[in-house]
């Protein structure tokens, strides 16, 4: 079949866009769909951060001003619930709907209609989980870990709300990440072997493969907490014969795995991003590879780390110990390897660049605390203390949302067909990265100091800490305002994207036409 | 442009996912309102299961004339067989959570509650009466727990059970290889005698619960052999319905002349599922009726 033929036959089966609300509400283009992912996302972004404005604003002075502690409970539990689950991880599907099919060369993801599926089940659970707060009994207050009994015998009657919803979550996570896997597999071009893949691509395809292996444990474990709580069951309750350690075990084997879900993808973003900025190949691409399965395969066998301080059996806590340090060895590689490819670059700081480089600074940060946490003895000292919010706060706001923006910033060009303000996306770095700062690293010495964690109250020695913590916040919070500013202004009056966007972009995203058409590599592309 | 190799059709505009997500919330959320007396809570869950229930029918039928039509490439026919192996593999860590559990339970948390390791002292002061037994008989108390009479032993109607679900996986490629040699008899008989089976396993677990209620008293609130029983056999026994559901769906196909030697992953997937499903209750025999 001849170019030509193709691209006639092409134009004559392939349809544009829906007009109004019917191309949203129905599309199975995987631009669309992302698009969808991504607003939603961010929306999300916004509420989960109100709910930490409240509890900033709670703790900026000691006593209680604002919410009563029942409150105060709520928004941490829904803040954490919503950026987890509502934010971050619906960002990178977005992403992934987004790039991937680019990336590899593929007309679209591999089940479009399971993919507008898994979408339209993210915003309707996220209902049923905000909707308790018009309930009686109110939002769940037992933290966004949901540990038994908290979560069993002493919670309202909304927490089976809240299972549903976070059932229909884990329907739609495994059935996109089967769909990322399906796509990765099945619809590469011609020519891209599996170790000439972008670095996105391999992080996504290793977090897919994380998702399915642990969400349907998510799925078992608010089974056994919904039965527990209105059928009588007793898997968590001792006097039955049941362990509401047990309910730990299985949460936290679903959970360490999903802190990996979100950040794997982060770097694969910063894999992409800091050789274009450098102009130089990634370093190491093979050991990039084989860290991110390394980190994979380590994050199944390490959960007991979350519970050190719960009288594990010596053994266990040895065990999970070593194990959990060992996670620094693939961890380092990528670090090391980052810091490689930036060495004798030929390196310019656009907005993607210095929200990555920022990322590979700050995310150490929270990886080193996390090997101090991950020392038993020394965590007995840190366990429940701010010093532990600091640590994943560090990995999941500088690390996580930072990878976001830098992506955004990277790709935003290809997916609207117009450029960002260049200037008023560094002075939203520079506001992001400062202010982030200023509120996560003192959250290091309150902790350090015993403050805990999850209190709307505390003792007067940590008054100044917490009030500098608090402006931080509420500048990193407001500073976000300016990202959607930027991301609506590139998309209403932007730039049209130049024929090259990045000077050193390599990859065949930045091979398409702009503006980019509806469908893209309706033939595949021949990889070398 | 379907068929060709290195192209692949992408879909028109469709209704059903949005449908269907929403069929599910209400499902689930209607459940909610109904566990806390909420008087529409069951007919918002109806509705919902109703809404969910015709979409996938008309999702189901408007992919099998798809089939049907010839638009499945061979890279197709790969993502679909790709997808149903992931999807099993989803299944399996589902499983996996409650025999996480059961092994948990029966290796470390009851013979805690009886004294071993340091809980000694936990022992004495709680149920000093509790020897650890794995059995709904014995339950560490019984306040908000009531202790079954006996517990449901491995070589009655569990192991004629196991029986039936090995002979229909033995049916099951009987009438796979009826396919491959078209043979449309061999495969409609070996597909009916499936669905049997997989019928009569269902009468019979019911038949099981039933005396397991009502003549051992072993019900959800027996502890946590009860909890562990009836939540892995019942969820077991919820795939077996939906593997026997598919199968029937097969069946009807087969019987409307549907597949061919080279073109059937449908017939597979459902194969593949129904094994799984095979391979869950052999471990389930073992661990949960057996040892």
């Known amino acids: ?65 604002l919410v009563n502690p029942d409150w105060f409970n709520r928004m941490f539990t829904m803040h954490g619930l919503v950026m987890v689950f509502g934010a971050i991880m619906p960002a990178w599907v977005g992403f992934a709907n987004w790039q991937i099919p680019l990336m590899i060369g593929a007309p679209d993801m591999a089940m479009p209609r399971m993919n507008l599926l898994s979408y339209w089940l993210l915003p309707v659970a996220l209902l049923v989980l905000v909707s308790t707060f018009f309930m009686e009994g109110n939002a769940p207050a037992f933290g966004w870990t949901f540990y038994a009994p908290l979560s069993t015998t002493f919670a309202p009657d909304t927490a089976d709300f809240f299972i549903f919803g976070v059932h229909l ?83 936290w084997f679903f959970g360490h795995p999903e802190v990996y879900i979100m950040i794997l993808p982060s770097f694969g973003v910063v894999s992409q991003i800091l050789p274009t900025f450098a102009r130089k190949p990634l370093f190491g691409y093979a050991s990039m590879v084989y860290a991110t399965g390394a980190i994979a395969f380590l994050s199944f066998i390490v959960w007991g780390h979350h519970m050190f301080a719960t009288g594990l059996p010596l053994a266990g806590e040895l065990y999970f110990m070593y194990a959990t340090m060992l996670i620094a060895v693939p961890t380092g590689v990528k670090i090391f390897n980052w810091a490689a490819t930036m060495w004798r ?44 919010v600091a640590h994943f706060h560090y990995t999941l706001v500088p690390g996580a949302v930072f990878a976001l923006m830098a992506g955004t910033y990277y790709w935003l060009p290809i997916w609207c067909g117009r450029m960002y303000d260049e200037k008023l996306a560094k002075i939203h ?22 403050m805990p964690r999850r209190v709307p109250d505390y003792p007067l020695q940590f008054a100044d800490f917490n009030m500098i913590i608090s402006i931080g916040g509420f500048v990193y919070g407001l500073s976000q305002l300016m990202f959607v500013y930027i991301v609506v202004k590139a998309i209403r009056s932007g730039k049209p994207t130049p024929d090259q966007v990045w000077e050193g972009a390599k990859g065949l995203e930045w091979e398409l036409p702009n503006p980019l058409p509806f469908h893209t590599h309706t033939t595949p592309p021949r990889v070398d | 442009m379907s068929g060709a190799e290195g192209s692949y059709y992408v879909p028109e505009e469709t209704r059903q996912p949005a449908l269907l ?79 996480g559990a059961l092994f948990y339970v029966r290796v470390l948390v009851l013979p805690w509650l009886a004294g071993e390791g340091n809980n000694a002292m936990t022992h004495q002061l709680l149920w000093p009466l509790f020897e650890g037994l794995w059995s709904p008989t014995w339950i560490p108390s019984t306040e908000g727990f009531v202790a079954a009479t006996g517990t449901v032993g491995a070589w009655g109607v569990p192991a004629i059970n196991t029986a039936l679900l090995l002979t229909s996986g033995a049916t099951l490629t009987w009438a796979h290889w009826g ?58 026994g919820a795939h077996v319905t939906l593997g026997v559901l ?17 073109h059937h992953f449908a017939f597979e997937g459902v194969a593949w599922y129904w094994h799984f499903v095979d391979v869950v209750w052999l471990i389930l025999f073992v661990f949960i009726y057996w040892v």
């Open chain 2, 21 to 99: 997500a929403v069929g599910l919330a209400a499902t689930l959320f209607g459940f909610a309102l109904s566990l806390h007396g909420n008087s529409a809570g069951s007919m918002i869950m109806m509705a919902g299961g109703a809404v969910a229930a015709v979409t996938i029918w008309m999702w189901m039928a408007h992919v099998i004339r798809e089939s049907e039509a010839g638009l499945n490439s061979a890279q197709m026919d790969r993502t679909y067989r790709i997808g149903m192996g992931w999807f099993i593999f989803s299944e399996v860590m589902f499983f996996a959570a409650f025999f």
């Open chain 1, 1 to 65: 079949m001849s170019t030509t033929a193709t691209a006639v036959e092409g134009e004559h089966h392939h349809h544009g866009p829906a007009k109004g609300i019917g191309r949203w509400l129905f599309a199975t283009n995987h631009k669309d769909i992302g698009t969808m992912y991504l607003w939603t996302a961010l929306a999300m972004f916004f509420l989960g951060g109100a709910f930490a404005m409240v509890i900033r604003m709670e703790l900026f002075q000691p006593g209680l001003q």
């Open chain 2, 179 to 236: 396919l491959f040699k078209k043979s449309r008899v061999q495969l409609i008989t070996g597909l009916a005698l499936t669905v049997a089976l997989g019928c009569v396993f269902m009468v019979l677990q019911v038949q099981e619960y039933g005396h397991a209620m009502e003549h051992l008293s072993l019900t959800f609130n027996s502890g946590i052999y009860g909890s562990l029983f009836y939540l892995m056999t019942g969820f077991h």
């Open chain 1, 169 to 251: 979550l884990g329907i739609s996570s495994i059935m996109g990440a089967i769909n990322v896997i399906a796509t990765i597999v099945n619809l590469r071009a011609p020519g891209m072997t599996l170790m000439k893949m972008p670095m996105f691509v391999w992080t996504w395809l290793i977090t897919a493969f994380l998702l399915i292996a642990v969400m349907p444990v998510l799925a078992g474990v608010v089974t056994m907490m919904l039965t527990d709580r209105n059928f009588g069951t007793a898997f968590f309750d001792a006097s039955g014969g049941g362990d509401p350690l047990m309910f730990q075990h299985i949460f």
């Open chain 1, 345 to 388: 670059g030929s390196m310019t700081f656009e907005a993607p660049m210095l929200f990555s480089i920022a990322f590979v600074f700050l995310f150490t940060i929270g990886g080193l605390t996390g090997l101090m946490m991950a020392m038993g003895p020394a965590d007995m000292q840190y366990h429940s203390t701010y010093f532990i």
């Open chain 1, 429 to 450: 770095f520079w506001l992001s990265a400062i202010s982030v700062n200023v509120l996560f690293f003192p959250q290091h010495f309150v902790g350090l100091a015993g």
């Open chain 2, 246 to 262: 598919m199968l029937t769906v097969i069946l009807v196909r087969s019987i409307m002349g549907h597949f061919t030697p080279e």
